[in-house]
């Protein structure tokens, strides 16, 4: 056993011998080491840092006339969405009410529609927070902003995305006929920046105290005028007194028109406020070629279906007084063969927004609509607006028209007048300060129409959904067998 052992032991030791003796073939060659995993803070660093965007990759040259946004040092991410934008020189309002509306200073302001004023608050509102930075709660904006319209609201809420892209700043919309859970788990849930919202559904959040307006440090009104009409102003009364005192706070006052009882509200809600006029034919004039047909309520049709075909129009906006005339203008336009949808206060809001989005798709050339979309409805490209009836209130045909000939582009608006609307030509040109281009129908305007295509008749049971009656033999009727079960309950 002892022999055993000291073999053992000189097997063993002989072997952790060799294994210590170097080998001078591996020292010559250094060793690569195993590639270790990188982790994700070592990812991160490996990344090439991305180029902060600069004021030199916006350069825009100084006119004669001519106020530019670098002008006014507003900060360098509010630059970047300007830029993104293409937005080189202010308008007519954004050059005399922004240098004001940055100071912090209230503002009563009459302006169109396609001036540029929403970017006179949105830009006023975004300078501000980014100033003071504050960490927002949820359910306690800092802006409120109300409009009379979803499509207002919408076409607000679509701006403020666009020029607080780098901001890191939020927006919610609050309007009704949509949405409502959805606004609702935001309020809840997430921290706004800003509330842009129509009176009614914005009262109905408060009611169930989602929102709470007494942190809000601005307001704006938006077209004024228009929630007067609509009869919203009781609402926005009490709206307003939920929120601070307005010595503590930025109250930004917009309208088409100032009329004796607009002037009452804009100076008790604003204090010591920069007013800022904008003259409507400064705004229509220069952009928008204007006329006027002389025609009968039998004719109307005609001359604007030969309008339509003649000059081969592709995107036209078609303006009508009641609800009713739009959806028999739409039909009878379906008949002759042209693509078109309804935008009316009868239409839910979602199918609103489809019909919108079919017309800047060019899914559908012509859109009939009422007064409701007279204002916040902003769409490239609408190279005509045709009034098939003359507005009552002269004020509207100027918001009508101002659907084209938007951002410096130039547009067309048609109007016809009737036996009964040729009354309404003088109040408008009062409004305008100019005279209208009045004329007779062409040849080419009156010319017979087509034939339509026939009114495809439907019975009663396929109006409804149902199948229609089956009109073949019926197959007589044979007794089968009787089931077992019921023979021990007839014996019951």
């Not at 055993?4 to 210590?20: A, D, H, V, W, Y």
């Not at 804009?266 to 047909?293: F, L, M």
């Not at 009062?430 to 295509?453: F, W």
């Amino acid at each position: 056993m002892k022999r055993l052992f000291i073999f053992l032991k000189k097997l063993f030791t002989g072997k952790k011998n060799e294994k210590q003796a170097p080998d001078h073939s591996v020292l010559a060659k250094k060793p690569i080491p195993d590639p270790q995993p990188t982790t994700s803070s070592q990812k991160r660093q490996q990344r090439p840092p991305k180029k902060r965007w600069t004021l030199e990759k916006f350069p825009v040259e100084p006119e004669e006339g001519k106020t530019r946004f670098h002008d006014l040092d507003l900060p360098l991410s509010l630059m970047h969405g300007i830029c993104d934008l293409k937005f080189k020189y202010c308008t007519d309002i954004q050059a005399k009410l922004l240098p004001h509306t940055l100071q912090g200073k209230d503002a009563t302001a009459k302006a169109q529609t396609g001036t540029g004023k929403s970017a006179t608050f949105i830009i006023a509102i975004i300078k501000s927070f980014l100033k003071n930075s504050l960490k927002n709660q949820k359910g306690k904006p800092r802006a409120l902003i109300l409009a009379p319209t979803r499509e207002l609201v919408h076409q607000i809420e679509k701006d403020f995305n666009a020029l607080a892209k780098y901001s890191h700043l939020r927006i919610l919309a609050v309007y009704g006929g949509t949405g409502y859970n959805q606004q609702m788990t935001i309020l809840r849930e997430k921290a706004v920046d800003v509330i842009v919202a129509t009176p009614g559904r914005l009262l109905d959040f408060i009611n169930k105290k989602l929102v709470d307006l007494s942190r809000v440090e601005t307001i704006v009104l938006d077209e004024a005028d228009r929630m007067l009409d609509m009869g919203f102003i009781p609402d926005v009364r009490r709206l307003i007194y939920m929120t601070p005192h307005k010595d503590k706070r930025q109250t930004l006052f917009f309208s088409a028109t100032f009329t004796d009882e607009v002037l009452r509200l804009a100076e008790s809600w604003t204090k010591d406020a920069v007013r800022v006029e904008i003259n409507p034919e400064q705004t229509t004039a220069q952009s928008i070629r204007q006329v006027i047909y002389l025609t009968t309520e039998t004719d109307k049709f005609k001359n604007v279906y030969n309008l339509m075909v003649s000059e081969n129009l592709q995107r036209v906006l078609l303006f009508v007084n009641r609800k009713d005339t739009a959806k028999y203008l739409a039909s009878k336009l379906e008949r002759y063969g042209q693509k078109c949808g309804i935008l009316s206060g009868d239409v839910a809001q979602d199918k609103r927004f489809k019909v919108l989005n079919n017309f800047k798709n060019g899914r559908i050339n012509f859109l009939v609509a009422t007064d409701v979309a007279a204002r916040g409805l902003h769409i490239d490209d609408i190279s005509h607006v045709i009034n098939y009836d003359l507005p009552i209130e002269p004020e509207h045909y100027i918001h009508r028209i101002g659907r084209t000939g938007r951002a410096g582009a130039t547009g067309t608006s048609i109007s016809f007048a009737d036996e009964m609307s040729s009354f309404e030509i003088p109040k408008i040109e009062e409004v305008l300060g100019h005279k209208i281009e009045c004329e007779y129908p062409s040849e080419e305007l009156d010319r017979p129409l087509p034939k339509p295509k026939p009114i495809q008749k439907r019975s009663p049971n396929q109006s409804s959904g149902k199948k229609p009656p089956y009109k073949g033999k019926k197959k007589p009727y044979k007794a089968g067998p009787r089931h077992p079960r019921n023979k021990t309950n007839s014996k019951n």
